[in-house]
């Protein structure tokens, strides 16, 4: 048997990508359903609130707002509303801006952090930034009060809350 060689020759750029490229406009269309606890604690938000369910069984007081919990695994019973204050349990000083860009030494940092809710039970809260604050002065266990935006702004996402300040 005979092998025979076969002359071989580059792919030209329009070759290469009929070969390897598939184009097309993806239709992307997609739907997200808050549900009845989450739509119920942006709503809250929405009204100034800060919206929490309740565990009658063991008693605790859970932030945000869920449909069971996760210790009795029952239905929770019901909403309250919780204070808008409470204290930082963790805190991060950021060098970089939200897109990884560097911020320039002038530029003030973002403060992300853990803020256990006061009304809410112990390890209860949310995560936001801090604002109003020397960074230098951030302390773990600083007390924080929410800085709401106006009525007429607010939307029904945590973003009604601009950010937490000392108090």
Request: proline share 6%; aromatic share 8%; charged share 25%.
């Amino acid at each position: 048997m005979k092998i025979e060689k076969v002359p071989m020759k580059g792919l030209t750029s329009e070759e290469y990508e009929k070969a390897l490229k598939i184009s097309w406009k993806p239709k992307l269309q997609y739907a997200w359903d808050n549900g009845i606890a989450i739509g119920k604690y942006l709503q809250g938000l929405k009204e100034g609130k800060l919206l929490a369910s309740c565990c009658n069984r063991c008693g605790r007081i859970m932030l945000p707002v869920r449909s069971f919990c996760e210790l009795c695994w029952r239905p929770t019973d019901g909403e309250i509303a919780v204070n808008d204050t409470g204290v930082v349990n963790t805190f991060a000083i950021c060098h970089v801006n939200w897109d990884a860009s560097r911020l320039k030494p002038d530029e003030p940092r973002h403060i992300p952090a853990v803020i256990e809710i006061d009304g809410a039970s112990k390890g209860q809260g949310i995560m936001h930034v801090l604002g109003n604050v020397d960074p230098a002065k951030v302390k773990i266990g600083m007390k924080v009060k929410a800085v709401w935006k106006p009525v007429a702004e607010r939307v029904g996402s945590i973003d009604d809350i601009r950010f937490f300040e000392p108090y």
